[in-house]
């Protein structure tokens, strides 16, 4: 038996339920589901004659799921990008408690001598209690993330297109990794555009009457990717002569903003080559520069 959800969250449970029983579970695009009704009336029992219809006359939306042990490996990616954030928050309210008090270090307030001046500075008793459990909190972050970096890089190491994608200046363990468990199978996208599209990258268009009009970039999709695709894509702009010379030219006309997200993107397109040429970072970098190399950018 085959049976169609809309694609929702929480529903591990179900899916081993349905294939315990034997059962097929197909999970539909909701977007696509909702625009194909018509009418305004909405309850469950229409919704579940409008599944069914789908199924029935084969034109239900279904979208690629990973496999369970992707799902779970995901699950890896993404505590630790959750920590990095809680990480990134406990040091901003230590910044804070610090220049508070006229002491403004940047990055070198996390370093040994920055953090024998943070705690020797005199605070009240609630803001010295603060400092200290925030200091507490930093600590165990810490270990907790290295413990982390490792599995990453040990799960990298182990998936062979995740290699592939790290011989990419720029391009750590933790970003190949979670490219290649969030773009899936890379025959699913036929071109570069909508790679860029899943991952929220592309601008948001809003045209009439023969004119254009762009904006920000739409964030319909994986929020931690995207991320990951901005650090990488800033580190990689040091590190790829014709990056760098994007980055800077867009950093003088638009600002460092506008300049990391297009990096980001130009990331995205090269991975997304890589993996469907295959080709390496060395290989990418001469199927760019030969009369044909027209790979990148489309």
Request: some cysteine; glycine content about 8%; proline content about 4%.
């Amino acid at each position: 038996m085959r049976v169609g959800i809309e694609a929702t969250g929480h529903t591990r449970w179900f899916e081993r339920m349905l294939a315990e029983l034997g059962h097929e579970l197909w999970i539909g695009d909701a977007a696509q589901i909702r625009a194909s009704m018509v009418r305004k009336q909405k309850t469950d029992a229409r919704d579940a004659a409008h599944l069914l219809d789908l199924l029935l006359s084969e034109r239900f939306p279904r979208i690629w799921r990973p496999t369970l042990e992707e799902r779970d490996l995901r699950q890896l990616v993404w505590h630790r990008q959750k920590l990095v954030w809680m990480r990134n928050a406990v040091g901003n309210q230590l910044h804070a408690l610090a220049m508070g008090e006229g002491v403004c270090r940047k990055k070198t307030l996390f370093t040994k001598k920055g953090r024998v001046e943070l705690e020797s500075l005199k605070l009240g008793p609630w803001a010295s209690h603060r400092r200290q459990e925030l200091l507490t909190m930093t600590d165990q972050l810490d270990t907790s993330l290295q413990k982390l970096d490792q599995a990453v890089a040990e799960q990298a190491e182990r998936n062979p297109t995740a290699v592939l994608l790290m011989t990419h200046p720029g391009v750590g363990p933790v970003t190949s990794l979670a490219f290649v468990l969030t773009i899936g199978p890379v025959g699913r996208f036929e071109r570069s555009k909508q790679v860029v599209s899943y991952l929220g990258l592309n601008p948001r268009e809003h045209s009439s009457g023969g004119r254009q009009r762009l904006g920000a970039i739409s964030k319909q999709g994986n929020p931690m990717m995207r991320s990951l695709l901005v650090e990488a894509g800033h580190t990689a702009a040091r590190l790829d002569p014709e990056l760098r010379q994007d980055y800077q030219r867009l950093k003088l006309r638009r600002g460092s903003g506008v300049a990391k997200v297009a990096m980001a993107r130009k990331l995205a397109v090269r991975m997304y080559w890589m993996l469907r040429s295959p080709a390496n970072y060395a290989q990418l970098v001469r199927m760019q520069g030969s009369p044909r190399g027209t790979l990148v950018g489309q």
